[in-house]
């Protein structure tokens, strides 16, 4: 048996009624000698090749694992509305993987956070600007640093659509 080193997973394919369905995953936690995936059978408590599973889809590559995060340090992403004009969203945080990369998360109105850069209207990350307006806690901020020469209303940076 040879120890799953890189994030793999195993899909698999549900019904849901009709023609629609689902996939859920299940982490690769070893190979065969053989060289298949090996996963954790939660009924046998045994690991189980994954693709005996009647419903078995196939493998993919797994994300890596979060293992810290930092603050988002005053960056911003830009997206490209319909309109042509550009939203800002603060980053919130960094997400620190066990791989060794880092990605941004900014989150929409519904709360979710999401890595920016995956979205279709991004257009790129601007580094913390020196210009950062600084609020009290009893007065919140209500610009985000200046860039490119002008200032943008925080309801204007939080309407991004996702």
Same mark, same amino acid.
């Given at each position: 048996m040879i120890p799953a080193v890189h994030p793999y997973?195993?899909? @698999?394919?549900?019904? =849901?009624?009709?023609?629609?369905? @689902?996939? &859920?995953?299940?982490?690769?936690?070893?190979? =065969?000698?053989?060289? *298949?995936? *090996?996963?954790?059978?939660? %009924? %046998? $408590?045994?690991?189980?090749k994954a693709d005996t599973y009647s419903n078995f889809a196939g493998l993919s590559a797994g994300d890596a694992k979060v293992v810290a995060t930092l603050p988002g $340090?005053?960056?911003?992403?830009?997206?490209? +509305? !319909?309109?042509? %004009? =550009? &939203?800002?969203?603060?980053?919130?945080?960094w997400l620190v993987q066990d791989d060794g990369t880092c990605t941004?998360?900014? =989150?929409? +109105?519904?709360?979710?956070?999401? /890595?920016?850069? !995956?979205?279709? /209207?991004?257009?790129? *990350?601007?580094e913390p600007n020196p210009a950062v307006i600084v609020a009290s806690e009893a007065e919140p901020a209500h610009l985000i640093p200046p860039l490119a020469g002008r200032t943008v209303p925080c309801q204007e940076a939080s309407s991004r659509s996702c």
């Open positions: 997973e195993a899909r @698999y394919r549900h019904e =849901s009624g009709g023609p629609h369905f @689902y996939f &859920t995953t299940k982490p690769v936690i070893a190979w =065969s000698d053989e060289g *298949l995936a *090996l996963v954790a059978d939660e %009924t %046998t $408590g045994r690991l189980r $340090g005053g960056w911003l992403a830009e997206f490209r +509305q !319909e309109d042509g %004009t =550009s &939203t800002f969203c603060r980053v919130i945080g941004p998360g900014v =989150s929409c +109105q519904d709360g979710i956070v999401e /890595n920016p850069v !995956e979205s279709p /209207n991004f257009i790129r *990350l601007h």
